[in-house]
């Protein structure tokens, strides 16, 4: 079978990772969620004192983007984990604040020539399934599979608020729902990159598919593509 690039985009909280996760760990490829790599761009820039509600500070961030070392390890169940600077930050980088900051460090043109090269190298091997907004359009454009994911912004906020309660926190919808909304609206506008279909991506809407629907579908245009 040969090996391949899966890039999987689209929409925020749609389950972009989920089927990602799920088929890497079924071909036994490598996983890469890049959304986790601007959420930990996000909390640096937090830590740091240079994202304010209106600001940030994207000169400081720039001096130091290159000492932003973000790497993947396994946990005790096997799943990856985000680590910033040497530090476990796999739950820090899930709450609305953070990804807010994701989505907004995100439209800095050198914070995406930087992980997009990171990126890049983790995939010169292919064997690699990446979830993300520019995987099959900037990353990759070359990968052999490419989706295109997507669901209504209410049932993608319903997704994330039952996750997010299901850690305990208490968020309410329409925090969620504004959320993700705005963060699509900034993901398909901005200058750098913007979120949109390739003209090859294969769509596909999971408003009303289960999580094991949405996999079966995957697999099956895995399948198509790995026959030699
Ligand atoms: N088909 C589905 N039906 C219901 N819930 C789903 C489905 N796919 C994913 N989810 C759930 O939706 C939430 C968001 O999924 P996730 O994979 O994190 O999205 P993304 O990577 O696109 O942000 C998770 O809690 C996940 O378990
Ligand atoms: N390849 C990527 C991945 C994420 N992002 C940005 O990072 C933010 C967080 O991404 P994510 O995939 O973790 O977001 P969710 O879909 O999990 O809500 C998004 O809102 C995007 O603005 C991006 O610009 N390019």
């Given at each position: 079978?040969?090996?391949?690039?899966?890039?999987?985009?689209?929409?925020s909280?749609?389950?972009?990772?989920?089927?990602?996760?799920?088929?890497?760990?079924?071909?036994?490829?490598?996983?890469?969620?890049?959304?986790?790599?601007?959420?930990?761009?996000?909390?640096?820039?937090?830590?740091?004192?240079?994202?304010?509600?209106?600001?940030?500070?994207?000169?400081?961030?720039?001096?130091?983007?290159?000492?932003?070392?973000?790497?993947?390890?396994?946990?005790?169940?096997?799943?990856?984990?985000?680590?910033?600077?040497?530090?476990?930050?796999?739950?820090?980088?899930?709450?609305?604040?953070?990804?807010n900051?994701a989505s907004r460090v995100s439209t800095?043109?050198?914070?995406?020539?930087?992980?997009?090269?990171?990126?890049?190298?983790?995939?010169?091997?292919?064997?690699?399934?990446?979830?993300?907004r520019?995987?099959?359009?900037?990353?990759?454009?070359?990968?052999?599979?490419?989706?295109?994911?997507?669901?209504?912004?209410?049932?993608?906020?319903?997704?994330?608020?039952?996750?997010?309660?299901?850690?305990?926190?208490?968020?309410?919808?329409?925090?969620?729902?504004?959320n993700?909304k705005e963060r699509d609206e900034r993901d398909q506008t901005r200058a750098?990159?913007p979120l949109?279909?390739?003209?090859?991506?294969?769509?596909?809407?999971?408003?009303?598919?289960?999580?094991?629907?949405?996999?079966?579908?995957?697999?099956?245009?895995?399948?198509?593509?790995?026959?030699?």
């Amino acid at each position: 079978m040969k090996k391949i690039v899966v890039a999987i985009d689209g929409f925020s909280s749609c389950g972009k990772s989920t089927m990602a996760k799920e088929l890497a760990r079924e071909a036994g490829y490598i996983y890469v969620d890049t959304g986790a790599m601007y959420r930990a761009v996000s909390l640096y820039c937090i830590q740091n004192g240079w994202m304010t509600d209106s600001e940030i500070n994207a000169e400081e961030l720039e001096k130091h983007i290159h000492s932003i070392r973000i790497e993947f390890k396994p946990n005790a169940e096997g799943k990856a984990d985000t680590y910033l600077n040497g530090q476990n930050v796999e739950n820090e980088i899930r709450t609305l604040e953070v990804a807010n900051g994701a989505s907004r460090v995100s439209t800095l043109g050198f914070v995406r020539r930087e992980l997009v090269r990171q990126q890049q190298l983790m995939g010169v091997e292919k064997g690699i399934v990446m979830d993300g907004r520019d995987i099959g359009t900037v990353v990759f454009p070359q990968a052999e599979l490419k989706i295109f994911l997507t669901a209504s912004p209410e049932i993608r906020a319903q997704r994330r608020l039952d996750e997010m309660a299901a850690k305990g926190e208490k968020v309410d919808f329409e925090e969620v729902l504004a959320n993700v909304k705005e963060r699509d609206e900034r993901d398909q506008t901005r200058a750098e990159s913007p979120l949109r279909k390739a003209d090859d991506a294969i769509v596909i809407d999971n408003s009303a598919l289960s999580r094991s629907e949405q996999t079966e579908i995957l697999r099956t245009l895995f399948a198509e593509k790995t026959l030699d």
